[in-house]
């Protein structure tokens, strides 16, 4: 746990960690009372904290039965590659159209920062936290442009959801970084040429999602 921080930052950041690590298996439950004893807080911190992960897409609030890690199977996955292909595209169209100077300068320094993040922990088997986050700010800094705070909170739940897929089968998949991939779009939507960059995001992430369902069930 970090020394940092209020009880609840500390207790989110652990929780959120050990959702993402694996540590928790997906459905299973997440119990306030057993959380606030075996981390030394209080209930009402550990029931704030699951509701902050349930608004987040880490947990799953159940009807009279409290809380559980979300269940990710092969049509959910599919379910969110189909959001993420519909409305991601759509938003960097926008962005494309309506982005000014800071956009191409956020979009270019994400790339670059993303390019130059090690893809694994140094002689690690799975992706690093490092470069998930860079991946991340990445394609959201593509989106930004779009200047649609409804749209990017859309984007961020769904990203969640996906990330939560790809790091519980990324024991079964071989992991690519997608270099190639990213270096296309930034030139694509830093040319203006929307359609272009449309299409190659579609393809990036329906490619990522037709890896995980087929490899991991």
């Keep these: 746990m970090a020394e940092h921080g209020s009880p609840s930052e500390r207790l989110y950041a652990t929780l959120r960690a050990a959702i993402l690590h694996g540590v928790f298996v997906p459905e299973q439950p997440l119990k306030p009372q057993e959380l606030a004893s075996e981390e030394k807080v209080s209930l009402a911190v550990a029931r704030e904290t699951l509701l902050r992960l ?50 191409e300068v956020r979009v270019r320094a994400t790339h670059h920062h993303l390019a130059r993040t090690p893809f694994r922990e140094p002689g690690g088997t799975y992706v690093s936290d490092e470069w998930s986050e860079a991946h991340r700010r990445f394609h959201r800094a ?22 939560l897929a790809r790091r519980w089968s990324g024991t079964l998949v071989p992991e690519r970084d997608g270099g190639q991939e990213h270096a296309a779009l930034e030139e694509a939507a830093l040319s203006r040429d929307a359609e272009r960059a449309a299409d190659l995001l579609a393809r990036h992430v329906l490619h990522t999602t037709r890896n995980l369902t087929v490899r991991g069930d």
């Design 54 to 103: 349930v608004g987040e897409g880490l947990a799953t609030r159940l009807p009279n039965r409290g809380f559980a890690v979300p269940a990710v199977d092969a049509e959910r996955r599919q379910q969110i590659a189909e959001a993420r292909a519909v409305t991601e595209p759509a938003m960097l169209r926008l962005s494309v159209e309506r982005g000014g100077v800071d956009w």
């Design 142 to 163: 593509l989106l930004e442009g779009c200047g649609n705070p409804v749209l990017l909170d859309g984007f961020d739940r769904l990203w969640t959801a996906s990330e």
